[in-house]
């Protein structure tokens, strides 16, 4: 089946600083990614679309200057957290839709600001 | 506003026992239902999906789910679990037509007793 990848699989990070987060389909092209945020014990919760060489389309309450997405290839986005704080602190997961519609999910990505 | 509710938070059953995960949705157009599983260290994977059709829909694992539009569930089932089943299990709905935006529940955590 479809694999996607995220690296790095945990970041710890000093607070102000910003970190970016790689999301890579490895064996399709992806026309659509989308970024989730995981709280501990809780639900994914959507957080914004990217597709290929667009805008990225923020779900309401996402601070998208906060949240920078660029989606560069058909292979690769990437999620940058500027300025994170510790309420930043969370799990990120990505999925990468292909050309028929199935979605596949990234392992996810541990963030932890100090 | 669409939603889905998974009524039970954490779930525990010995090995060998039958399993029945609730799972009700909210949305106003017909649904594109969908049962992932999420274990420690591994993406989300798809169990099952229901579009249309027969409304009994089996996947992997030897899961199957029931879509009842009369009761807006989706209720995810296995007649006989086993240890390495133990793992968080999520309900989303896909919202503007198949994989476009998924919805999930907030999960329900099942425990398997040896």
């Known amino acids: 089946g479809a694999v996607v990848s995220q690296h790095p699989s945990w970041v710890i990070c000093k607070s102000g600083t910003s970190v970016k987060i790689e999301c890579r389909s490895l064996d399709f092209q992806a026309t659509t990614m989308f970024w989730y945020r995981q709280f501990p014990k809780q639900s994914l919760m959507l957080m914004a679309t990217s597709n290929e060489g667009s805008k990225a389309t923020y779900e309401q309450g996402v601070e998208k200057d906060k949240f920078l997405i660029n989606h560069a290839s058909l292979t690769l986005s990437t999620l940058t957290v500027t300025s994170a704080h510790p309420e930043d602190s969370s799990f990120y997961i990505c999925?990468?839709?292909?050309?028929?519609?199935?979605?596949?999910f990234g392992p996810g990505t541990r963030l932890t600001v100090t | 506003a669409q939603s889905v509710t998974q009524p039970d938070i954490h779930i525990t059953v010995s090995e060998g026992a039958s399993l029945e995960l609730r799972c009700n949705y909210s949305y106003g157009a017909t649904p594109y239902l969908f049962w992932y599983v999420q274990s420690p260290g591994q993406g989300l994977q798809l169990l099952l999906k229901?579009?249309?059709?027969?409304?009994l829909v089996q996947g992997i694992k030897g899961f199957e789910a029931e879509f009842k539009r009369s009761q807006s569930s989706f209720n995810l089932r296995k007649p006989s679990v086993h240890w390495s089943d133990a793992a968080e299990y999520f309900c989303?709905?896909?919202?503007?037509?198949?994989?476009?935006?998924?919805?999930f529940g907030a999960g329900t955590r099942l425990a398997v007793h040896p």
């Open positions: 999925s990468a839709r292909d050309s028929i519609y199935e979605q596949y």
């Open positions: 229901y579009f249309s059709g027969d409304t």
């Open positions: 989303a709905v896909g919202v503007s037509g198949g994989y476009n935006k998924l919805i």
